[in-house]
């Protein structure tokens, strides 16, 4: 059985930096995309960066390039989210999600994803 456990999130002002963990278990880590998903009251879960089993071309959404980086070890089978410069917009709870056989372009929709975490939250004060 798969599990995903985010851990990281918290309340911080805005400008800081906090990183979101994962650890997985129940999966063979290094063959499954990791993505980072984010939601907000009544709306749907949108993807934030997802990375390939290869590390090559992780993908960002646009809100958040050049202040996010995901990152994996497969070793520790864990993946990370360092997120810096948060904004106020980035409130959210975080969701870790993974899957396999994911073609380009199919990593940023959560249609795609079959195994998700509980959720951790990230509140960031203006």
């Known amino acids: 059985q798969v599990q995903l456990v985010e851990s990281g999130g918290g309340l911080v002002q805005a400008g800081d930096s906090l990183r979101l963990s994962c650890a997985a278990s129940?999966?063979?880590?290094?063959?499954?995309?990791m993505a980072w998903f984010r939601q907000t009251p009544g709306n749907e879960r949108a993807v934030v960066a997802a990375?390939?089993?290869?590390?090559?071309?992780?993908y960002y959404a646009d809100s958040v390039k050049g202040r996010f980086t995901i990152s994996r070890d497969n070793a520790k089978n864990a993946v990370y989210l360092q997120m810096n410069t948060l904004k106020p917009e980035d409130t959210a709870v975080y969701y870790c999600?993974?899957?396999?056989?994911?073609?380009?372009?199919?990593?940023?929709?959560?249609?795609?994803?079959?195994?998700w975490g509980q959720g951790t939250q990230v509140t960031v004060s203006s």
């Open positions: 999600a993974a899957a396999q056989w994911l073609r380009v372009g199919q990593e940023r929709s959560q249609a795609n994803y079959a195994n």
């Open positions: 129940g999966l063979t880590f290094p063959r499954y995309t």
């Open positions: 990375i390939s089993w290869s590390n090559d071309r992780p």
